[in-house]
């Protein structure tokens, strides 16, 4: 028998499940019967049948008149009535014991109860050996310790183990399970050692104890075989019923009578999940559970326990080797995350996260991030995230690139500055996904001029201006302190800086024309009949305001020299502003015509008329080709306003350029 259950596996297979429902059995057997006060079996009956004229509850029919186990049944009497519920109660807890794996337990429950024939008809399916027997025409291999027998010490025979006419055992077995006149819980408990599976159905009334009854006879018929095929030669065995040997099926034979039971609840049991999954993994077909999977966690009515459960099992077919379909794995475990994501369970979506392949870890955790608005909040799903060995640097870029490329709130009113929005506030903020690691300097870089670009592109001048103010004022000073600067990085510098001088030229600009428009005002003239107090007054507020206009032209000056240098830094810019950016054309054809209109406005406010007329030359200058960023439009408007200075230059008795004309 050892060597069946070593080379089939089957049938090894098939008595691990046995085990495995017995063992599942006994855990949720907690019944305790009581039977009998004494080990005299059928007390009642027997003293009725001693005291008949004493006995206090007499039966309701009249009784068998001896006790031997047969009595019942050759005498077609009954047992007395309070044996006869015993009876019932105690063959009910011998299959019990049985269905549990703990059959010694159903054999002392039997003795301790005066039915010790009980216990020896349970003890008829055992295999016969005789360890007193060396068998002298066995070719045994010399260098097996155990040659088919077991050595002994002088005159000290051994034990018999078993039965020997187990052959007669079991053919009267399945005899006495067709009976008529008995139980069907007494018939359950011999049908499970002798495989007859007709007898143990009607009292299994579930899935698992259905698919006990046939592992049971599967195996014993596999056992039965064995024994006959290669035991003939040494002892003829009474044959069998073809009935019995009727019951062979195939595992998938086997599952689909539990599918198709007669037995309303088996066959609805069969349909639940968990007996779905444990019929697949006892066919061994993860494939198609795996598919199985796959359907069922497309219902968004699933409990998180059950998704759970389907995570974990997943995970260990494919840790074992067999999830042979990594899409569906996937699938499952996403599913799974996204409903711990739904309950805040930041810690448990870094683990389960981390079980993804590694683009589905960037991209999952990372849209789980994007909800995550606190900054302790986000320092902590960091901490998660590396202790479960996820990529943090490519997860944080991608929480900045999701949010970034959130569409834009379309303003409907014609604001000249259009208002800064809830998205546009979630776009800055997301910056600090990028500034938490020193080695993400880089990357924080790129990720502000894309965020400053689509800004900018949109006219929102505030925007851009936070998310600037958003980068440490030392990033481009630890960068180029770097031993090995690439050349993207070096760009990115460049627009880095471009975008700096276009903001600092714009705040120059709202400097100074908030400054012009501020100008002193006069005081009132005072009336012809002015007393003398009022003219000193009078005289005190215009000292004043000579002098606040004084300090106001001065200031003057200063922003207007302030706003031009600034705004010729974006013009002159090396190389040429924003020049080398992705889609440069379109940002240099909106920003720069508003850069010289800005400077126009500067120059021709503070009577610069012959510097305005000279923006012409740097226009048409090849060194910068600015003109190449206008369109015929935008060109047209600024040569108008050329056209107004030169104008201008010539009121003042000079030529257009704002050269001295001889009168």
Same mark, same amino acid.
């Given at each position: 028998?050892?060597?069946?259950?070593?080379?089939?596996?089957? *049938?090894?297979?098939?008595?691990?499940?046995?085990?495995?429902?017995?063992?599942?059995?006994?855990?949720?057997?907690?019944?305790?019967?009581?039977?009998?006060?004494?080990?005299?079996?059928?007390?009642?009956?027997?003293?009725?049948?001693?005291?008949?004229?004493?006995?206090?509850?007499?039966?309701?029919?009249?009784?068998?008149?001896? /006790?031997?186990?047969?009595?019942?049944?050759?005498?077609?009497?009954?047992?007395?009535? /309070?044996?006869?519920?015993?009876?019932?109660?105690? %063959?009910?807890?011998?299959?019990?014991?049985?269905? $549990?794996?703990?059959?010694?337990?159903?054999?002392?429950?039997?003795?301790?109860?005066?039915?010790?024939?009980?216990?020896?008809?349970?003890?008829?399916?055992?295999?016969?050996?005789?360890?007193?027997?060396?068998?002298?025409?066995?070719?045994?291999?010399?260098?097996? %310790?155990?040659?088919?027998?077991?050595?002994?010490?002088?005159?000290?025979?051994?034990?018999?183990?078993?039965?020997?006419?187990?052959?007669?055992?079991?053919?009267?077995?399945?005899? &006495?399970?067709?009976?008529?006149?008995?139980?069907?819980?007494?018939?359950?408990?011999?049908?499970?050692?002798?495989?007859?599976?007709?007898?143990?159905?009607?009292? $299994?009334?579930?899935?698992?104890?259905? /698919?006990?009854?046939?592992?049971?006879? =599967?195996?014993?018929?596999?056992?039965?075989?064995?024994?006959?095929? $290669?035991?003939?030669?040494?002892?003829?065995?009474?044959?069998?019923?073809?009935?019995?040997?009727?019951?062979?099926?195939?595992?998938?034979?086997?599952?689909?009578?539990?599918?198709?039971?007669?037995?309303?609840?088996?066959?609805?049991?069969?349909?639940? &999940?968990?007996?779905?999954?444990?019929?697949?993994?006892?066919?061994?077909?993860?494939?198609?559970?795996?598919?199985?999977?796959?359907?069922?966690?497309?219902?968004?009515?699933?409990?998180?326990?059950?998704?759970?459960?389907?995570?974990?099992?997943?995970?260990?077919?494919?840790?074992?080797?067999?999830?042979?379909?990594?899409?569906?794995?996937?699938?499952?475990?996403?599913?799974?995350?996204?409903?711990?994501?739904?309950?805040?369970?930041? !810690?448990?979506?870094?683990?389960? *996260?981390?079980?993804?392949?590694?683009?589905?870890? *960037?991209?999952?955790?990372?849209?789980?991030? %994007?909800?995550?608005?606190?900054?302790?909040?986000?320092?902590?799903?960091?901490?998660?995230?590396?202790?479960?060995?996820?990529?943090?640097?490519?997860?944080?870029?991608?929480?900045?690139?999701?949010?970034?490329?959130?569409?834009?709130?379309?303003?409907?009113?014609?604001?000249?500055?259009?208002?800064?929005?809830?998205?546009?506030?979630?776009?800055?903020?997301?910056?600090?996904?990028?500034?938490?690691?020193?080695?993400?300097?880089?990357?924080?870089?790129?990720?502000?001029?894309?965020?400053?670009?689509?800004?900018? @592109?949109?006219?929102?001048?505030?925007?851009?201006?936070?998310?600037?103010?958003?980068?440490?004022?030392?990033?481009?000073?630890?960068?180029?302190?770097?031993?090995?600067?690439?050349?993207?990085?070096? !760009?990115?510098?460049?627009?880095?800086?471009?975008?700096?001088?276009?903001?600092?030229?714009?705040?120059?600009?709202?400097?100074?024309?908030?400054?012009?428009?501020?100008?002193? =005002?006069?005081? %009132?003239?005072?009336?012809?009949?002015?007393?003398?107090?009022?003219?000193?007054?009078?005289?005190?507020?215009?000292?004043?305001?000579?002098?606040?206009?004084?300090?106001?032209?001065?200031?003057?000056?200063?922003?207007?020299?302030?706003?031009?240098?600034?705004?010729?830094?974006?013009?002159?810019?090396?190389?040429?502003? #924003?020049?080398?950016?992705?889609?440069?054309? &379109?940002?240099?054809?909106?920003?720069?015509?508003?850069? *010289?209109?800005?400077?126009?406005?500067? #120059?021709?406010?503070?009577?610069?008329?012959?510097?305005?007329?000279?923006?012409?030359?740097?226009?048409?200058?090849?060194?910068?080709?600015?003109?190449?960023?206008?369109?015929?439009?935008?060109?047209?408007?600024?040569? @108008?306003?050329?056209?107004?200075?030169?104008?201008? /230059?010539?009121?003042?008795?000079?030529?257009?350029?704002?050269?001295?004309?001889?009168?």
């Amino acid at each position: 028998m050892q060597n069946l259950f070593k080379r089939d596996n089957l *049938v090894r297979e098939a008595q691990m499940v046995i085990d495995w429902l017995e063992s599942n059995a006994a855990d949720r057997d907690d019944e305790a019967l009581h039977f009998s006060d004494s080990t005299v079996g059928w007390e009642n009956t027997l003293h009725q049948l001693q005291s008949a004229d004493t006995i206090a509850f007499e039966s309701s029919r009249e009784i068998v008149r001896h /006790l031997d186990p047969d009595a019942p049944h050759y005498e077609k009497k009954p047992l007395h009535d /309070l044996d006869m519920e015993d009876e019932r109660r105690l %063959e009910r807890k011998i299959f019990t014991e049985i269905r $549990c794996g703990k059959l010694e337990d159903a054999q002392q429950l039997c003795r301790q109860s005066g039915h010790s024939w009980r216990a020896a008809m349970l003890e008829g399916w055992r295999l016969f050996h005789d360890p007193n027997m060396k068998e002298t025409n066995v070719d045994a291999d010399p260098n097996d %310790e155990d040659a088919g027998f077991e050595d002994m010490e002088q005159d000290k025979p051994k034990d018999i183990e078993g039965n020997c006419n187990r052959d007669v055992w079991k053919n009267i077995a399945i005899k &006495y399970c067709k009976q008529d006149d008995l139980t069907s819980y007494d018939k359950a408990a011999i049908a499970s050692f002798c495989g007859y599976i007709e007898a143990m159905l009607p009292v $299994c009334h579930t899935w698992e104890d259905n /698919l006990w009854a046939y592992m049971k006879a =599967m195996v014993d018929i596999k056992v039965e075989s064995e024994i006959r095929d $290669c035991v003939t030669r040494y002892k003829v065995y009474s044959p069998l019923p073809d009935e019995y040997w009727a019951q062979r099926m195939s595992l998938n034979e086997l599952f689909s009578s539990l599918e198709s039971s007669r037995n309303r609840t088996v066959a609805e049991e069969a349909k639940k &999940y968990e007996y779905v999954i444990q019929k697949h993994i006892i066919l061994d077909d993860i494939p198609n559970l795996l598919l199985k999977f796959e359907e069922w966690v497309e219902d968004d009515e699933q409990t998180s326990h059950f998704l759970r459960f389907l995570a974990h099992l997943v995970l260990f077919f494919d840790q074992i080797g067999h999830g042979h379909n990594r899409e569906i794995v996937e699938k499952v475990l996403e599913i799974y995350i996204k409903r711990l994501m739904d309950m805040n369970e930041t !810690q448990l979506v870094a683990f389960y *996260v981390s079980k993804l392949n590694v683009r589905n870890q *960037v991209l999952l955790y990372a849209k789980y991030l %994007e909800a995550v608005h606190d900054t302790e909040d986000r320092k902590v799903s960091l901490e998660y995230a590396e202790n479960s060995g996820l990529n943090i640097f490519a997860i944080t870029k991608q929480v900045v690139e999701n949010i970034r490329n959130i569409p834009h709130d379309v303003e409907e009113s014609g604001n000249l500055q259009p208002k800064l929005t809830p998205v546009d506030k979630l776009k800055i903020s997301a910056l600090d996904w990028v500034l938490f690691y020193e080695e993400q300097r880089g990357e924080a870089l790129f990720q502000a001029n894309s965020l400053m670009f689509a800004f900018l @592109t949109l006219g929102k001048l505030d925007a851009a201006q936070l998310t600037f103010n958003k980068l440490p004022t030392d990033i481009i000073e630890k960068i180029n302190a770097e031993d090995k600067v690439g050349d993207d990085l070096n !760009q990115a510098v460049k627009e880095y800086l471009s975008y700096k001088a276009y903001l600092d030229a714009h705040e120059a600009f709202n400097e100074w024309f908030k400054h012009s428009k501020s100008k002193p =005002m006069p005081p %009132e003239g005072l009336p012809e009949n002015a007393q003398f107090p009022e003219k000193v007054a009078h005289q005190h507020r215009e000292s004043q305001y000579r002098a606040e206009l004084e300090r106001w032209k001065l200031a003057h000056s200063h922003l207007a020299k302030t706003a031009k240098t600034m705004l010729y830094n974006v013009l002159l810019f090396p190389q040429g502003w #924003l020049v080398g950016a992705q889609d440069d054309e &379109y940002i240099r054809s909106t920003c720069i015509p508003k850069i *010289v209109l800005l400077l126009y406005t500067v #120059l021709s406010e503070t009577n610069q008329h012959e510097e305005c007329v000279q923006l012409a030359d740097i226009l048409a200058a090849e060194k910068y080709s600015l003109y190449k960023v206008y369109s015929r439009h935008k060109l047209a408007e600024v040569l @108008t306003k050329l056209a107004e200075s030169s104008v201008a /230059l010539l009121n003042e008795r000079k030529d257009p350029w704002g050269n001295e004309t001889s009168a």
